[in-house]
């Protein structure tokens, strides 16, 4: 099994920015494709940015621009950069692992973008 842990989130000024980070257990953490995904109250979980196991990264039209996906293979972890970040960016941040049908969530992270 997979298990994702998320950190990073907290409370930010808009304009802001916040790197959130998820480290991944219990994996070959290479081969998974990652993502970051986010819900805010009374909204659908949307997808947000993620990383395929070569590296090639796609975003939400909403976040192009302002964020940044990454990964650190050797330290089994991927991260997003959050920069100029808005009100609308408030949800709970949630670390997904995907390798084919097999998907993985971690617990989320409470990000707060309020003046």
């Known amino acids: 099994q997979v298990q994702l842990v998320e950190s990073g989130g907290g409370l930010v000024q808009p304009g802001g920015s916040l790197r959130l980070s998820c480290v991944a257990s219990?994996?070959?953490?290479?081969?998974?494709?990652m993502g970051w995904s986010r819900q805010a109250p009374g909204k659908q979980r949307e997808l947000v940015a993620f990383?395929?196991?070569?590296?090639?990264?796609n975003y939400a039209d909403s976040v192009k621009g302002r964020f940044t996906i990454s990964r650190d293979n050797a330290k089994n972890t991927v991260y997003l950069q959050m920069n100029s970040l808005k009100p609308e960016d408030t949800a709970v941040y949630y670390c997904?692992?995907?390798?084919?049908?097999?998907?993985?969530w971690g617990q989320g992270t409470q990000v707060t973008v309020s003046s």
């Open positions: 990383i395929t196991s070569y590296g090639n990264t």
């Open positions: 219990g994996a070959i953490f290479n081969i998974y494709n």
């Open positions: 997904n692992a995907r390798l084919g049908q097999l998907e993985y």
